[in-house]
């Protein structure tokens, strides 16, 4: 009886019909559906890139009319490179829901409104400027509000990260560890780049550090991203060597903007470029170190099967006990 109830038992399925699933897999993990984005997350989405496009037009513009040897224009390279880094936490925070991204976010978007705010007090005042200001201080209250309480449900919730490993606890930390530890690498190539940027103000070498650092920058967080994305023992060696590379950089800057600044005290633009410099080598230090400690507690959940869970199956992997099977052959 119970066998022909079970059998009689007809499905949305059999019938035909097909809903559309809230998550799809792709090469970076799990992804939401536009259709399962709420009335929040379009708002955000939306305030955020016209808040985002409106900078980037508006320094574009900026660079183009200032002598490229100037203070400004070195600001503005940075900025434009941070806004675009911004747009992809944007997008990357909503649809892979990333707390964390959009942390950072709204902590750059009070950096940038405090920047804007002070470039207007501190230096010549202008239409220009105080246009950018006040577009900023429309906007940047939205952002910063709906952000934190976006950010804030997803931390709690955690509802992406169930969908893609389950309801096992250690599994759940251990996929959250991972994303916090691909976050970090995002932040890291960002304030890499940027350090070396603002390296280009600096007396002397600043043709060879600048490319130097760019690409130690990103050959280092490339490599701990894979050494995670494949579960490859190798690479992560490869990546705790490289470790070390920014940090040292950036004791060099700090200690190369305490000098400059020690020097340069009557220009206001001068002053507030070493200090911009100082604060983002001192980031540079607190990143690399939250890396390095995230980082060993993902590659302490190797072989435990979340790769497999979190970006489907590969061919791709090659672990160390390959390696010795080969040289065995």
């Not at 880094?85 to 709204?106: D, K, Q």
């Not at 207007?120 to 940047?140: T, W």
């Not at 995670?228 to 060099?252: H, S």
Request: charged share 15%; net charge positive; with cysteine.
């Amino acid at each position: 009886m119970a066998e022909n109830e079970e059998k009689a038992r007809v499905s949305f399925s059999d019938l035909g019909f097909k809903f559309p699933s809230s998550t799809s897999t792709t090469c970076l993990g799990k992804m939401r559906s536009l259709s399962s984005l709420t009335k929040l997350e379009w708002f955000f989405l939306v305030v955020s890139m016209i808040s985002l496009l409106s900078a980037l037009g508006l320094t574009i513009y900026r660079i183009v009319t200032v002598d490229h040897t100037s203070s400004d224009f070195t600001f503005g390279i940075v900025l434009i490179f941070n806004i675009v880094f911004c747009m992809y936490y944007t997008i990357s925070g909503i649809f892979f829901e990333r707390p964390y991204e959009i942390g950072i976010l709204v902590l750059a978007t009070v950096m940038l409104w405090l920047y804007l705010l002070l470039n207007y007090c501190i230096s010549v005042k202008g239409v220009f400027k105080m246009v950018r200001l006040i577009i900023s201080s429309g906007l940047s209250p939205f952002i910063i509000v709906t952000g934190t309480v976006i950010a804030r449900k997803y931390r709690n919730s955690k509802n992406l990260i169930f969908r893609t490993v389950g309801a096992e606890t250690v599994m759940q930390e251990i996929c959250n560890t991972m994303f916090i530890f691909f976050d970090l690498l995002k932040a890291d190539v960002q304030i890499s780049i940027s350090l070396a940027i603002l390296s280009y103000h600096l007396p002397s070498y600043w043709y060879v550090l600048l490319p130097l650092m760019i690409v130690f920058g990103l050959v280092s967080s490339i490599t701990g991203y894979l050494s995670v994305r494949f579960e490859n023992k190798v690479i992560a060696i490869v990546y705790a060597v490289l470790w070390i590379v920014m940090p040292a950089f950036a004791t060099y800057m700090i200690s190369a903007a305490a000098k400059e600044l020690s020097l340069f005290t009557d220009t206001k633009m001068k002053k507030s470029l070493y200090t911009v410099m100082l604060l983002v080598a001192a980031a540079c230090w607190i990143v690399r170190c939250a890396c390095l400690y995230f980082g060993i507690n993902v590659f302490l959940g190797f072989g435990i099967g979340l790769k497999q869970k979190v970006f489907g199956s590969t061919n791709l992997s090659i672990s160390t006990r390959n390696i010795q099977q080969v040289e065995n052959e």
